[in-house]
């Protein structure tokens, strides 16, 4: 028996990096997964064949998280699939462009904030819906980023979309409790991904990235995955609202030289 036998995940941006681990150990304890993917819906099939060849059941779904619509029509078609979510991680976004606040074009700005925080409002709000009707309970997981509160110079679209992300987590903790639909956010440092590829390409990169970090190594997917399906299962009933940090104590070095 896994630990969550029986019951429907979406996973959106679930073709690569956390959402891809995260729907992989999700299907290895018994959820049918749902893995949403925006442009590479290749890599997706590879998420989806990989849980399949497993004797776990998952589908893939095209969905821009931040189009109504189209997030919509995802939920729909899930659902007549693999049946109600029940489970709801929102991975899907995009990293900070870079660029300061006085160099940055409405554009980019507009476009990091709906994917990386509309996108999860819409998500999560045909989430709550469907459950409401059928007086079910849940959990969604939002995936947010310790760069919410360690801002970074270039990153204002991201970590005001990060930002923004954790207190929607806890404003609907709130409003859902009473509906037994827990809401929680992880908070990742450094983990090896896509995003990431500049540090998985250049060793030199990552090795000074590593000087800052007490743990002493950058963090893989597969651990931000195992405590997703932790805060998805019945052992983490009673935890919500909360923002779980996982950066191997890299956001503790902020105030070290104040």
Sequence with gaps: ???????????????SGIGAA???ALAAEGAAVAITF????????????????KSGKAMTVHADVGDEALVEQAFAAVTAELGLPDILINSAGL????????DMDLAQWERLIRTDLTGAFLTSRAFVRGLRETRRPGRIVNISSIHSVA????????????????????TMAVECGPM?????????????????????????ILAEAREHIPWGRAGEAEEVATL?????SDKAEYITGAILTIDGGLTLEQALGA
Aim: charged share 20%; net charge negative; proline share 3%.
């Design 1 to 15: 028996m896994g630990l969550l036998d029986g019951r429907v995940a979406l996973v959106t941006g679930g073709e």
């Design 22 to 24: 995260t729907a992989k």
């Design 38 to 53: 925006y442009a590479d819906a290749a890599a997706a099939g590879i998420v989806r064949d990989g849980i399949v060849d």
């Design 95 to 102: 990293n900070m462009s870079g660029v300061t606040v006085a």
């Design 151 to 170: 801002v970074r110079y270039g990153g204002a679209d991201y970590c005001a979309a990060k930002a923004g992300l954790d207190s929607l987590t806890r």
């Design 180 to 204: 037994r639909i827990g809401v929680n956010a992880i908070a990742p440092g450094m983990i090896l991904t896509p995003m990431n590829r500049e540090a998985e390409v250049h060793p030199q």
């Design 228 to 232: 997703a399906v932790y805060l998805c």
